[in-house]
């Protein structure tokens, strides 16, 4: 026993997730305790209000996601620094034009953006522009240090941006800003933790604004598996989030509002999780002749089912002691749908996992699921849309379709990479070597 606890102490997979995970129920206990509080102290419209402002972000952020997640596999497997560097920096000056477009293009539309979603006010959406576009200096910044392994950093700049959000968000709803000050509270937080992260980074991406970086056929070749990347990401976040903008365009503002809080709280099961697709992505290798690939996803797949399967059981047999408990009394009235929501964002976080193992392989073959799930359940909520139930089962249903697909497509990787492996020990052998 001694022996086997010495083994899992030892293993980097695992002390890197501890490291990783430690921070991310700091940064989780951080997080929502932010829903509560602002669902205590602002009414249920305007509650319902930042909830669809973050499902927004968090649907649009997936771009900067894919600029870092193509960051981090560089720097997991670059070993020149200048090489990457320079592509690094190439990276970042795309990103940076996508997302002055992005941001202009939210504030042009942020009055038609408030007519359709019943806001009080179009101010929130020119946050939000500001929101998305330091994100993503902070996501590049940020990759670097995931790519390097340093888990403790990345637990620092997060922790950072959770307390901040909350402590500003709380103060600026409690002076009577509403919504508008809880999502500027967002935007002082990150600020905060931006100016950490670049900090942290500075050895290893210079800020030489001298320097003149084309974009050439190596930087179109990472934006092309960028496109793989957005696939997979628009796909896990519209799993994960497209609910609640569904529910708040097909049902009254109240209802709308009561059930994005406790998607908000079913969505515990993703966030507690989700450190260790992060961990994975720089863990898998590319160049991988030793099968330690599926050995590293069989232990991330261990814990998503030990650590997700413990909340999704106590959210599935308690669910009115934990709405009460977290949100408070006056969700109670739609506290029957966290059990169903609860298996969406268990079968989701295993989802997220499987595909943050093959984004770290460049598999093409994951864009098709990617795509088509997402339709499927825009499909099924237009034309069943009757009641709120029937929307989570749409979601459930295209969960369980893109899960048989990934698990497909990850034999057949296996299968592929048993066949390259054979051919080349036949090769070593007939040269004997």
């Not at 496109?227 to 009254?252: E, M, N, Q, R, S």
């Not at 650590?307 to 599935?316: D, E, K, R, S």
């Not at 990617?370 to 339709?375: D, G, N, V, Y």
């Not at 009641?387 to 057949?412: A, K």
Request: hydrophobic fraction near 55%; charge should be positive.
């Amino acid at each position: 026993m001694k022996i086997f606890l010495k083994k899992i102490a030892s293993d980097k997979f695992i002390k890197n997730n501890f490291i990783f995970f430690t921070g991310s129920m700091i940064v989780a206990f951080l997080n929502y305790i932010y829903h509560p509080a602002l669902g205590r102290i602002m009414d249920v419209e305007s509650f319902g209000e930042v909830q669809v402002i973050i499902s927004i972000f968090l649907f649009l952020a997936i771009f900067g996601g894919v600029f870092k997640n193509i960051v981090v596999n560089l720097v997991a497997n670059i070993e020149d620094k200048a090489e990457r560097e320079k592509l690094i920096l190439m990276l970042g000056k795309f990103a940076y034009y996508f997302f002055i477009i992005i941001s202009f293009l939210l504030i042009i539309f942020s009055g038609e953006l408030k007519e359709k979603l019943k806001f009080d006010s179009f101010w929130p959406f020119i946050v939000l522009a500001s929101l998305l576009f330091l994100g993503n200096f902070f996501n590049i910044r940020q990759a670097i240090l995931q790519g390097l392994n340093k888990f403790s950093e990345i637990s620092i700049a997060n922790i950072i941006m959770s307390a901040g959000r909350l402590i500003f968000a709380v103060i600026l709803v409690y002076i009577g800003w509403s919504s508008f000050g809880a999502i500027m509270g967002m935007l002082i937080a990150q600020t905060i933790a931006f100016f950490y992260v670049l900090l942290k980074t500075k050895d290893h991406l210079g800020l030489n604004r001298n320097k003149k970086i084309k974009i050439n056929d190596k930087i179109k070749k990472e934006l092309i598996y960028g496109i793989l990347i957005l696939a997979g990401t628009l796909c896990i976040t519209f799993l994960y989030t497209f609910d609640v903008i569904i529910v708040k365009y097909y049902f009254p503002a109240d209802e709308a509002g009561l059930y994005s809080g406790i998607a908000t709280i079913a969505r515990i099961i993703f966030f507690i999780t989700g450190s260790i697709s992060a961990v994975l992505l720089p863990a898998i290798k590319i160049n991988d002749k030793k099968n330690e690939n599926l050995k590293i996803l069989l232990k991330a797949l261990f814990l998503i089912v030990a650590i997700g399967g413990a909340v999704l059981l106590t959210f599935f047999l308690f669910y009115n002691t934990v709405v009460n408990t977290l949100i408070g009394e006056k969700y109670l009235s739609f506290a029957g749908f966290l059990p169903n929501l609860s298996i969406l964002l268990f079968f989701v976080s295993i989802i997220n996992i499987l595909f943050f193992y093959l984004f770290a392989l460049r598999n093409r073959l994951l864009f098709f699921p990617a795509i088509f799930a997402p339709l499927i359940v825009t499909i099924l909520s237009f034309f069943n849309h009757q009641s709120i139930n029937n929307i989570i089962n749409n979601f459930i249903l295209g969960s369980v379709l893109i899960l048989i697909s990934l698990l497909f497509i990850i034999y057949l990787e296996i299968c592929k990479s048993k066949k390259k492996h054979g051919k080349e020990a036949d090769i070593n052998n007939n040269s004997g070597i």
